[in-house]
């Protein structure tokens, strides 16, 4: 009679710890920084005890505000006008035939792959051949470019997945295609158009190379101000900001995934 107790030990899978080391490898920088973001020195060599001084202080820094009132200002514009445009192309993409349509929607994405550097490059030298002065509206026009890429994106995506049918019969029954695309197109794109809005606009928030070649004397950005305080060392608020720009990021993305699941799902 064979008496033999097998115990069947747990089986990790390979996968489950290289997708723990991956996100080890992503989120602990971020969970260093927070936790230094508290550090009553200021130095992040030592820790010296816990405080919030450094979120009052950035609460009252001028500079700081300036700098978050422009990109602001330069994200909020810039994203009104990619989601008029994105919307536009996206639906005239997927609507319409015309010469040469295939070019045309490489061309348009293209700011997708194109590295920020050739972009903020090309803008730059855009405007000095016009002998355009660098201002805040400068900044804004080089982060349509890419918005637009990426509202127009999220908007064909919803797209693909609409039915074509009911905009032909709300012609049918004698709209006209300027009411059927307000009263019935445009209802159904609306999770996508604002997806893409919420990224667009935390992609221009975060946008530092653009913004540094096309802004002009006395225009700086939130990323801007943080780079040119960093060139001497890191300091508490610096971190204490950088927490909160990842907040705000994240929950931007957040509410973004929720509003496009929530499109697809109705």
């Known amino acids: 009679m064979n008496i033999s107790s097998s115990s069947k030990k747990p089986r990790v899978v390979w996968q489950a710890v290289l997708s723990v080391i991956i996100f080890i490898f992503m989120y602990l920088p971020i969970l260093v920084l927070s936790f230094y973001s508290f550090n009553k020195s200021p130095y992040s ?3 010296q ?3 919030l001084d450094w979120y009052r202080q950035l609460f009252s820094d001028e500079r700081i505000a300036s700098a978050l009132q422009n ?4 994200a909020f514009s810039a994203v009104a006008i990619s989601a008029v445009l994105g919307t536009l192309m996206a639906v005239g993409l997927a609507r319409y035939q015309f010469p040469l349509k295939k070019l045309y929607q490489g061309i348009a ?3 997708l792959i194109i590295p920020d550097i050739a972009i903020a490059v090309a803008t730059l030298v855009f405007l000095a051949a016009f002998a355009i002065p660098l201002s805040l509206w400068t900044i804004i ?3 349509v470019v890419f918005c637009l890429a990426y509202v127009g994106l999220v908007v064909s995506s919803r797209l693909a997945h609409l039915n074509p049918h009911l905009e032909e019969a709300a012609l049918d029954l004698g ?3 300027v009411q059927a695309f307000i009263k019935v197109l445009l209802p159904q794109l609306m999770p996508g158009i604002i997806a893409g809005c919420l990224l667009a606009f935390v992609l221009s928030l975060d ?3 653009i913004a540094s070649f096309t802004a002009g004397s006395g225009y700086n950005t939130l990323p801007m101000e943080i780079f040119s305080r960093i060139r001497t060392g890191v300091k508490p608020d610096i971190n204490a900001l950088s927490v909160i ?5 994240a929950f931007v993305a957040f509410v973004a995934e929720l509003i496009r699941a929530y499109g697809d799902e109705n």
């Open 207 to 209: 946008d530092f190379l």
């Open 45 to 47: 060599a030592s820790w």
């Open 141 to 143: 026009a080089a982060h």
């Open 245 to 249: 720009l990842i907040l705000i990021s």
């Open 109 to 111: 994405y293209l700011p």
């Open 175 to 177: 709209a006209t295609p």
């Open 49 to 51: 005890g816990f405080t």
């Open 71 to 74: 990109s602001l200002i330069v």
